[in-house]
């Protein structure tokens, strides 16, 4: 079966703008979580979504959002970039249970300049 | 508080050396799993193992042993006979069971396997 898809893979942004990236989960899979990796951080949980409700958030600030679709189809949208939110930001899926695991998408790498 | 710690952060070895990655936890809780991811290059996190913390069978797959230690707070990964296409960073992770809770990663061990 198709594995989660995040598009696009690659954006270079100004400082100062917004962005949406978008996951597609693994077909039946109803959770969705967001991460952002930077080499400085590691990777650091921004928020998850289950059945179109956020169910968690992470320790970041009000500019990261996130919405989850009927179809459990995730975006999530920062907005008034800064350079510091240069990251690859991956998205994971889970059928609902975390005992069942996370499978990660290829992510996507954000450049602000 | 959760806490997971990869020691090391860099390894490198030769082809068909054997090699362990070192995971250490912290939590409070007793029902947690624990996952070991990798990373290469091309960036998708690939799923490697979970374990509950119920069971501390240790767990062998093909090259890859996994060694889950209680007392210790342990959950050491081993390559045993490594290879090229292993090089990647592997990162260990941690999950409380209950709601709220979100997957808490290691840094991360940067493998390099030359031939």
């Known amino acids: 079966k198709a594995g989660v898809t995040q598009t696009p893979r690659y954006l270079i942004k100004t400082r100062g703008q917004q962005v949406t990236l978008s996951c597609s989960p693994i077909s039946g899979h109803r959770s969705v979580s967001w991460y952002q990796q930077t080499p400085g951080q590691g990777l650091q949980f921004l928020f998850e979504y289950f059945s179109e409700t956020q169910r968690n958030k992470g320790n970041f600030p009000g500019r990261f959002s996130g919405r989850q679709f009927s179809n459990s189809r995730s975006e999530m949208n920062v907005s008034t970039l800064e350079l510091g939110d240069s990251a690859l930001y991956l998205c994971?899926?889970?059928?609902?249970?975390?005992?069942?695991?996370?499978?990660f998408g290829s992510g996507t790498r954000l450049t602000v300049v | 508080a959760q806490k997971v710690t990869q020691a090391q952060t860099e390894i490198s070895v030769v082809e068909k050396e054997d090699v362990t990655l070192d995971c250490v936890y912290e939590?409070?809780?007793?029902?947690?799993?624990l996952f070991w991811y990798k990373q290469p290059p091309s960036g998708e996190l690939v799923f490697l193992i979970r374990?509950?913390?119920?069971?501390?069978q240790n767990e062998i797959s093909g090259r890859y042993s996994w060694n889950f230690q209680k007392s210790t707070s342990s959950f050491n990964f081993t390559i045993t006979a490594s290879q090229v296409v292993d090089s990647a960073v592997y990162f260990c992770a941690l999950i409380l069971n209950q709601a709220g809770t979100a997957l808490i990663f290691g840094k991360g061990t940067t493998l390099s396997v030359s031939s």
């Open positions: 374990r509950n913390s119920f069971d501390e």
């Open positions: 939590t409070r809780d007793t029902t947690y799993y």
């Open positions: 994971a899926s889970s059928p609902s249970n975390r005992g069942h695991g996370y499978t």
